[in-house]
């Protein structure tokens, strides 16, 4: 099962994610994933992407520094495609949760973090993802049945997991 959450706000999803892994590693729940930070570039407006990989203990920077009147992506997928296999691998020890900071273009295009999620469904392990509002109709293609969508916050995301809790 997938929870997503979709917000309006930049930034707003990476935050909420980052929050939610905090807290349920602080419950103890054993969680893999990935969670996005932004950290400005010094004289810059576009920020520095970084992903820290969960329990690994391991950053991966995921954007390019285009200079100053760059317009064009600044993803690096060749590092993004790096933490997704540390994510793939870290799903062969138990876990109880899955964290994705985004299904963006990259999965949408069957890249990025797409194996990944599908390898969590596989082995019943519930995940919680963050979508860009403007492809939430290709993720719905993508996950189809397997997907809820939340409210973006922390008790609608408690309430989730709880209610999937197993014995």
């Given at each position: 099962?997938i929870g ?9 999803t ?10 349920f590693q ?6 893999a994933?990935a969670?996005q ?7 810059s407006?576009r ?8 329990g690994t ?14 317009s064009?992506?600044?993803?690096d997928?060749?590092?993004?495609e ?7 691998e ?15 273009k990259?999965?949408r ?15 019943d ?6 979508v ?8 719905q ?6 997907a ?17 809790k197993?014995?």
């Open positions: 099962m997503y959450i979709v917000t309006k706000e930049q930034g707003a990476d935050l909420l994610i980052e929050s939610a892994a905090l807290r602080d419950a103890g729940v054993a969680v994933g969670v930070k932004n950290h400005g570039f010094k004289g407006v920020s520095k992407m970084v992903l820290d990989v969960m203990g391991e950053t991966v920077t995921i954007s390019q520094d285009l200079g100053p009147h760059a064009g992506c600044r993803l997928a060749g590092a993004l790096t933490a997704a296999q540390m994510v793939w870290s799903l062969d020890q138990p876990r109880e949760l899955l964290l994705l900071n985004k299904f963006g990259q999965e295009d069957g890249q990025g973090f797409r194996d990944v999620l599908v390898k969590a469904l596989d082995n392990i519930p995940v919680l993802l963050g860009n509002s403007t492809l939430e109709q290709a993720f293609e993508f996950s189809g049945d397997f809820v969508k939340l409210e973006p916050t922390h008790d609608c995301i408690e309430k989730w997991f709880k209610s999937l197993r014995d």
